[in-house]
């Protein structure tokens, strides 16, 4: 059901459903290692080939055939015709050996320690197997996973990166909420275009434009004479709800325009945050094909009092003992700072007390 500004304010997970319940993940494409960090794998990558290829020294000291010089001790030398050939650690071994004696196990000629085949090597694929899988669709991709790839000889890879258009539509000439949000869009995978609007005809117009696959308009989302993003988006397309049962960011408003859709959050940070995390990022994870990431549960040092009937957003701080809250409406940016976790009481739920566990989503 669609509602707009005059019905009453519907709940949170209701309006995640108008946002993004039809959102398809977007296209994939190829691109370099170098600017995979952060994506989303679009399929899973599977190794061609093991690595190592081949018996590949673990330390430096010299190769050696196992069987040849098997119990050699500094009482009972084996003395070779000539020394063994020196590798370094990650050389393969050559021909005809399979092991690697630590440098002080020759000595004037002589072997004088004892070693056992493969000691001190690497074998075929000990690292990786061939066709591994070694990153799964959906997996935002991270240092480790290009660690991976590049040892395997990867130089690409599939990913998922939706392109969100960012329009900054407050009144203040000072957007700091702007680059917030596209930071937090790039850390979850996404890409950005910021455009700059003001008026009713100019945010309409900047909804309509571009090639992205959502929009998020920051400010002008409340009902005041200089408030003009919802009027645009029903300008521009459709406004599906505008009042949503959450604090903060009761005014948020969520619709579509041009066949992509458009997420309007209030300019207030706090209320612009909760906004994002609770509708703009699960937005984001739907577009870009993510597997659903899970809270964590951390106990709570001091009580969260919510109202019934409101999705109340709750930032967080982590300490060794648990999670402190911060507070939610109107938190000053010099507490706001702290936080690096939300909490999001149900809105059947009256919070929590000092003690509970709950359920703590990472900025």
Known sequence: MIRNASSALIPLREAANLLGGAAA??????????????????????????????????????????????????????????????????????????????????????????????????????????????????????????????????????????????????????DTVSPLLRRLIARAGGATEAVRARGVEEIAEALRGGTADAVLVVGGSGFGRSDHSAAALALAGEIRAHGIAMRPGETTAVGSAAGRPVLVVPGRPEAALAAFLALGRPLIARLAGARESSPRRHVLLRKIVSSIGLSEVVFVRSGPDGVEPLGGAGLPLGRLVQADGIVVVEPESEGFQAGEEAEVWAL
């Open 25 to 174: 993940p977007v296209a994939p494409a190829t691109v370099p290692l170098a600017e995979a960090l952060g994506r989303v794998a679009a399929a899973a990558v599977v190794a061609h080939a093991a690595v190592p290829a081949g018996l590949t020294a673990m330390r430096d000291g010299f190769a050696v055939e196992a069987a040849a010089v098997g119990g050699a001790s500094a009482y009972a030398p084996i003395f070779l015709a000539r020394p063994p050939p020196w590798v370094e650690a990650g050389q393969p071994l050559p021909s005809g050996t399979d092991a690697v004696l630590p440098p002080e196990g020759f000595a004037d000629g002589m072997v004088v320690a004892d070693i056992a085949p493969r000691e001190g090597v690497f074998g075929v694929g000990d690292d990786v197997a061939g066709n591994a899988r070694l990153i799964e669709a959906g997996i935002r991709i991270q240092p480790l996973h290009l660690l991976v790839l590049e040892a395997v000889g990867l130089t690409a890879v599939e990913v998922r990166q939706p392109l969100l258009r960012v329009v900054a539509a407050g009144t203040s000439s000072l």
